[in-house]
């Protein structure tokens, strides 16, 4: 499952012939000046529905790490975070 959600966002991201996308232009996040970890968790925390206790939209990127933040790197860990969280989500 891991593998095809890496999939999708690398297709995401790539053209058909390996070439990076206009729309991209290499963007990372940064820290705002005055800005904690309490907000970088914020940023990272899921939203749960109001009919479950389980997170409907979960989020992932180097926005989301709280000391790799601006990294691909980060955006990889925690897109294995968050494929960690679905998969244990639906195994229990």
């Given at each position: 499952m891991l593998i095809l959600l890496m999939k999708i966002c690398m297709s995401y991201f790539l053209e058909q012939d390996g070439e990076i996308t206009?729309?991209?232009?290499?963007?990372?996040?940064?820290?705002?000046v005055g800005a904690t970890?309490?907000?970088?968790?914020?940023?990272?925390?899921?939203?749960?529905?109001?009919?479950?206790?389980?997170?409907?939209?979960?989020f992932a990127g180097e926005a989301t790490h709280l000391s790799m933040y601006s990294t691909t790197h980060g955006a990889l860990l925690t897109g294995y975070r968050e494929a960690k969280r679905i998969v244990d989500m639906y195994s229990h």
């Open positions: 206009p729309n991209t232009r290499g963007s990372y996040s940064f820290i705002q970890v309490q907000d970088i968790e914020v940023l990272a925390d899921p939203i749960v529905g109001s009919e479950s206790d389980k997170p409907q939209i979960m």
